[in-house]
């Protein structure tokens, strides 16, 4: 079955822990992406990669590293997270840019304390 | 400024009756356009897309949306809701030139039906 998996779909923790979001797709997409989704804020990209090995930041990357070592994996990395930082994250991929059809994960609220 | 305008935050209708959301959108160019739905507890999905072409679009779920280009609008409609649509939907844009052709996403309007 083609599919986004994120992991963990429920986290809380406490500022300065570092954590990881892993994101996984299964379907050879080029283009994944991160988003946060904040109440009266809607979607906000986060960091985007068009290939392995490249990346870029998004509308609010402050905060968060990504990497790209494999065409399926797009793991999200906060060093040292905030309250701010209480979100609902997305993980999306797609066969090339924003233009082709989002495969979205089923996402991963996180909560800091 | 660029940007994506969904004017109703939230819609509540009837089971069976019709529905439209707005979604206008404020570019130079016509971009491409889209609907995704956002079910609860879940990732987002796309309804349908709008690149060219005829200016009816039909989607999944029995959703429709017109592309008006003298509005710069692109309604998203169903003739007859059920009530699993409850949901958020999204409209988006995609301006077709540049590097990083990403989604420039609406703040959502969310759908609630009652029986």
């Known amino acids: 079955e083609a599919q986004v998996t994120q992991n963990p779909r429920y986290l809380i923790t406490v500022t300065g822990k570092k954590l990881t979001v892993t994101c996984s797709q299964n379907?050879?997409?080029?283009?994944m992406s991160w988003y946060r989704q904040d109440p009266g804020l809607g979607l906000r990209q986060i960091y985007y990669s068009m290939n392995v090995e490249v990346t870029d930041k998004g509308d609010v990357p402050e905060g968060y590293k990504v990497s790209r070592k494999e065409k399926r994996n797009f793991p999200l990395i906060l060093e040292s997270p905030s309250p701010n930082q209480t979100s609902l994250y997305f993980c999306?991929?797609?066969?090339?840019?924003?233009?082709?059809?989002?495969?979205f994960g089923p996402g991963t609220r996180l909560t800091v304390l | 400024a660029q940007s994506v305008t969904q004017p109703d935050i939230h819609i509540t209708v009837s089971e069976g009756a019709s529905l439209e959301l707005r979604c206008n959108y404020s570019y130079g160019a016509t971009p491409y356009l889209f609907w995704y739905v956002q079910s609860p507890g879940q990732g987002l999905q796309l309804l349908l897309k709008?690149?060219?072409?005829d200016t009816l679009v039909q989607g999944i779920k029995g959703f429709e949306a017109e592309f008006k280009r003298s509005q710069s609008s692109f309604n998203l409609r169903k003739p007859s809701v059920h009530w699993s649509d409850a949901a958020e939907y999204f409209c988006?844009?995609?301006?077709?030139?540049?590097?990083?052709?990403?989604?420039?996403w609406g703040l959502g309007t969310s759908l609630a039906v009652n029986p």
């Open positions: 988006a844009v995609v301006l077709p030139t540049g590097n990083n052709r990403k989604l420039i």
């Open positions: 709008y690149f060219s072409g």
């Open positions: 999306a991929s797609s066969l090339n840019q924003g233009e082709d059809t989002q495969y």
């Open positions: 379907m050879n997409h080029e283009y």
